[in-house]
């Protein structure tokens, strides 16, 4: 189901796009700062590669198991509520990562708390609101938008972040990164102070008035669902192995941080043209097919990437072509799944899109610190990459976003 373009917005459909771009800059900049910390934390503290790796494995992976329960919790008290709670968590575990003294410190601070929080100050969060203030017209563009602001966050954070810790070391870097991590409380009142279930468009034409648990049980019999799901593991894989570990790869090849810094802000900077694009192409055209052109794009670039003697240059040239590629999985996603299941629980359905996502994020982040302490190399995981990549290609190309609800079955407004 492909959505024409339309150009009416509402205001407060502007206000929440615009809050919602801040906020994932935020909140995703702070977060895909964490690689740059691998070499010195681990250095000052005595921590291996692998513990490292966990810690940002377990974020990942508890992040995408809260989800679910904090995006439903946000459908019934509000968006704001949720961001405001999960800035000052966010807080906490900064200021509590720039305390710690061992590696279970660097689990309990960076790996659970951060990982709560990010579960209520991200993309599933934010989207969802915004799925529901926004014409179905714009939606896709809308999500692309907001998924922009997500790598404006990381060209902007990421070596703001490098610099404060050549000049101030890491533990102040944390707790500047803190306070940054605030001011997503301010732009939590861009959304409307109601739940925003309240919205003018909050169910999808023709869609069923259903309770969660039936939305639920619906979904996870729905083949293309579990498609969907599929390939964003391997988002997830692609994502957390590359944000984690490529700046202590490239050093590792005798490359200056300074380029590991600059590849990932480089990301952040052509994702902003990629998640804008991908989102108007996904309003035309099959987001399914554009998301098997996107991960059989990854599986190229990382080949031609490792496959090519490696340099500062070729480092560069690699973050920009995976960049472009790196979070359009995001809006065409979040439009397949509001095309599929209608936007009601569309937070909550994205949420279990999410938590596979995070699973695959888990061991892209701790697979690769494991095997490079065993091996002494990141080829393993480069070449399953590839293979992963490939792999969501196939499985995007299989998946059809076309309306899953029966809707004859259930008369509107009748719950079940």
Known sequence: MNESSSPSWSRSAILAVAAAAFIVTISMGIRQSFGLLMQPMGRDLGVAREAF?????????????????????????????TLILGAIVYLVGLVAAAMVSASAGLIASIGVLVGLALSGTTFVIVLGAVGRLVEPSQRSVAFGIVTAGGSLGQFAVVPFAQALITSLEWRTTLVLLGLLALTIVVAAFGFPRARAGAAAFARAPGEPDWSLSRALRHASRHPHYWLLNGGFFVCGFHIAFVGTHLPAYLVDRGIAPSIGAWSLALIGLFNIAGSYLFGVWGARRSRPLLLAALYGGRAVAIALFIALPLSAASALVFAAAFGFLWLGTVPLTSGAVASMFGLRHLSTLNGVVFLSHQVGAFFGAWWAGLLFDRTGSYDAIWYTSIALGLVAAGLSAATRDRAAFPVDAVPAGAAR
């Open 53 to 81: 790796g966990f810690a940002i494995a377990l974020q990942n992976l508890l992040f995408g198991l809260v989800q679910p329960f904090v995006a439903a919790w946000s459908e019934r008290l509000g968006t704001r509520r």
